[in-house]
């Protein structure tokens, strides 16, 4: 009789485990890369002609946007490591650094830029009070028509952003590992916003030099009112430059 029951019970289990499966992690459709560095704002200069008076240089931000006269209340006060942040988020265009990212969607490749930088908001709108500074990282896609611009630069250039996308707002964390869902929903759903990079290589100074600035939208309906690049830009030098194509190409 005990036999018998033993015989049952192997007949159960290897028909349970015939049936069962091992929890499998399906692979992911969607994989960013290692975030590369190219360059820091800290290194990069900015120039602007301010009030179309003078050429004024600043390191990782211009004076551009809406809120640009707030920056010259605090740059009268004097620029330290303390509010270069509260600074920075006054203009869009500013960063803490700049690189190149991977990012690998059903097995195809997209090579961009990754951007950290810092992003300024009231927590009381209605009243304009509280200022709020933040870090955040952006993930700009390009297509491989796009990028080889920048290999034939020669002169002024604009860069179309295929895809775009910040990262997690409460876990910063993940830098630009938290641009996931939001990558993934444009790559099955379409980015709906236009955006472009602006860049130019020219002469200065007797030597060759490389212009750009940060992305830019493109307003689909109504007027686009884009950045002057005639003067505001940043600049690095075409050694700087090259490194950046060597990233991309690598």
């Known amino acids: 009789m005990k036999s018998k029951k033993l015989v049952f019970l192997l007949t159960l289990l290897i028909g349970f485990s015939s049936y069962s499966q ?5 692979k992911k459709d969607l994989v960013i890369g290692e975030f590369q560095s190219w360059v820091k704002g800290d290194d990069v200069s900015g120039w602007d002609f301010d009030k179309g008076e003078e050429w004024k240089e600043r390191k990782g931000y211009l004076r551009v946007g809406d809120k640009s006269t707030f920056l010259d209340i605090y740059e009268k ?3 330290s490591n303390r ?5 920075k988020s006054y203009t869009p265009q500013n960063f803490n650094e700049i690189g190149v990212i991977r990012v690998t969607y059903k ?6 830029f990754g951007i950290e930088k810092v992003t300024g908001w009231y927590r ?4 304009k009070s ?3 500074t933040e870090i955040y990282y952006y993930v700009y896609l390009f297509k491989n028509d796009e990028l080889s611009k920048l290999e034939d630069l020669d002169g002024i250039a604009d860069l179309d952003i295929f895809i775009g996308s910040y990262g997690d707002i409460y876990d910063k964390s ?5 641009c996931y869902d939001g990558l993934k929903y444009f790559f099955e759903n379409g980015d709906t916003d236009n955006e472009t990079l602006k860049i130019k290589k020219t002469d200065s100074d007797g030597g060759k030099v490389v212009r750009f600035l940060l992305p830019q939208e493109i307003k689909k309906y109504g007027d686009t009112k884009l950045i002057d690049f005639e003067n505001h830009y940043f600049e690095v030098n075409v050694e700087k ?6 990233l991309i190409k690598t």
């Not at 993940?174 to 938290?178: A, D, H, I, V």
């Not at 430059?241 to 060597?246: D, I, K």
């Open 241 to 246: 430059f090259n490194e950046l194509l060597s």
């Open 130 to 132: 509280d200022w709020y």
């Open 22 to 26: 091992s929890r499998i992690t399906p």
């Open 77 to 79: 006060s004097g620029v």
């Open 83 to 87: 509010n270069i942040d509260e600074i």
């Open 124 to 127: 009381y709108p209605s009243i």
């Open 174 to 178: 993940t830098r630009y590992q938290g």
């Open 107 to 112: 097995g195809e490749e997209y090579v961009g």
